[in-house]
Every structure is written in structure tokens, then in C-alpha cells.
């Protein structure tokens, strides 16, 4: 049976941390509502589950599973399939980081680069327009998951919290959730570049974006947003076609 996670935030029993499954439920929103338990979940592919957590993943209930994966990848690493579940696959559009154009790069610039290629998924984004327009049509509970459900899913997760209504802080928490649940993997990271390390606490980010996430990529999401839209609400109804009533309806739905 895999290690529980029912200590972290969020958490949806049985389930190994590293799997970085979790229920967007009991996020708040800004006007004092919250985020229905158990109809939004969002991990890292499911190939990796054991038969208990399979097992568990069919007694969500779930009515969708959407894959964020391009094509190629979903194949390489397949979900697996149940009569029960709807599947879909939706590119959340990260692109492939050109590494040679950061041949002599600082750590900082490394990080700055790593951060930009990850805010421009907030725009174009097929795999969010894919959860929200499922979310809509009521097909829920519905789960959203990547490779190891960091940025990807993180991107999409802070879109859909977006448009249920709640504050950046919310979305930098539930990104940054991430780094609890995968707490194995960095310390495990964080002993094997001990040397690294060592130079400069400049080459701590480079360790933790290779399981983790960091704090400055997520706020770069939302600067992005805001440089690009003069409000979130223009955004959510550019991106995806959300205007303010089918905001009302999304929220109506998804929140308590």
C-alpha cells in the first residue's frame, strides 16, 4: 500500500505523495464561498499508480480524466482506461526549452527563462480550455493531470481557480502545494546535488525545479496575465470564452 498523505493540505486518502494527486475542494474564494470537495482533482500520470491506488482512483467517482500531455508523451506513458470514465487529451502547451540558448547562462538567468516558458502556457492554453469547457458541461468530478503534475497541471489549476473566483493567493498556494507533496524527490535531489549546492545557495532553485516548483514561476504566471489583459475577467473571456454569465454558472456549480 502506498505512504498516505491525509497530513498534506488537500489530500485525498491512499495515495502516495509523489503522485501529487489532490482535491482543489476547500480552496476559498474572494467573496466568501468555497470550492466544492470532490468534483476537481489534479495529479501526475496515472500510469505510475499501484493496483490499491487504482483502485481508489475508480471510488472518486470520476466522470472525466483529461490528459495534458501532447500526444506523443500520453503514449509513451498511456492512462490507464476505465468503461467507467470519459477520457480526454489536451496539450497544455508547454514548449520544449531551446537548452543551447542557455549555454553560459547564470543560475538566475536560468531560472528567469525557466519561469517565462512556463507563464507562456497561461495563453492559447487547449488543455485548460478543455477542463473549463468539461467543467461547464457538468462533467464532474473531473481529474487534470501532466507528467508529474507540476507546472502544467499547476498552470491549469491556477486557471480554474481563477475562474471560480479566488485570490492569488490561493492559486500561488495550491501551485506551491506541489513541493510538500513531492517533499520525497527534493530531498532526495538536494543530497545527490549536496556538491552543487555547496557553490551557492543561487543553484538551490535549479535543484527544485527538477521535482518542485518555484514561487517566482508561479507569480510569473500571473504577471504575465496582467501585462497581457488589463483585468482577470477580460482574460477568462478571451482565453476561453468566459463571460459573466458563464462565470455565474461555472461558480454556481463548483461552489458552496
Given amino acids: 500500500m502506498s505512504a498516505s498523505v491525509g497530513a498534506l493540505p488537500h489530500a485525498v486518502e491512499g495515495f502516495d505523495p ?38 481508489r482512483l475508480q471510488r472518486l467517482g470520476l466522470a472525466c480524466v483529461v490528459d495534458l500531455r501532447p500526444e506523443g508523451e500520453a503514449a509513451a506513458h498511456p492512462d490507464p482506461r476505465f468503461p467507467s470514465i470519459r477520457h480526454a487529451q489536451a496539450d497544455a502547451g508547454r514548449e520544449v526549452l531551446a537548452t543551447e540558448a542557455l549555454d553560459g547562462a547564470s543560475p538566475d538567468e536560468v531560472v528567469d527563462a525557466l519561469a517565462a516558458n512556463t507563464a507562456a502556457m497561461a495563453f492559447g492554453n487547449a488543455g485548460a480550455a478543455k477542463v473549463l469547457g468539461l467543467l461547464e458541461e457538468g462533467e464532474a468530478p473531473l481529474l487534470f493531470h501532466c507528467n508529474s503534475g507540476r507546472d502544467r497541471s499547476g498552470v491549469v489549476a491556477m486557471v480554474v481557480l481563477m475562474a471560480l473566483g479566488c485570490s492569488d493567493d ?87
Fill in 18 to 55: 509523489e503522485v501529487n494527486l489532490r482535491d482543489l475542494g476547500g480552496w476559498p474564494t474572494a467573496d466568501g464561498r468555497v470550492v466544492r470537495p470532490g468534483l476537481i482533482f489534479r495529479s501526475s500520470r496515472l500510469d505510475v499508480l499501484d493496483v490499491d491506488e487504482l483502485v
Fill in 170 to 256: 490561493v492559486l500561488l498556494a495550491d501551485y506551491l502545494l506541489t513541493n510538500a507533496y513531492r517533499a520525497r524527490s527534493l530531498a532526495y535531489l538536494e543530497e545527490r546535488y549536496a556538491d552543487v549546492l555547496r557553490l551557492g545557495e543561487e543553484y538551490r532553485p535549479l535543484v527544485t525545479v527538477m521535482a518542485g516548483v518555484l514561487e517566482q514561476t508561479g507569480h510569473a504566471v500571473l504577471d504575465a496575465i496582467d501585462a497581457a489583459y488589463p483585468s482577470r475577467a477580460a482574460y477568462l473571456r478571451k482565453e476561453y470564452g468566459l463571460d459573466e454569465r458563464r462565470l455565474s454558472l461555472l461558480r454556481a456549480r463548483y461552489l458552496r
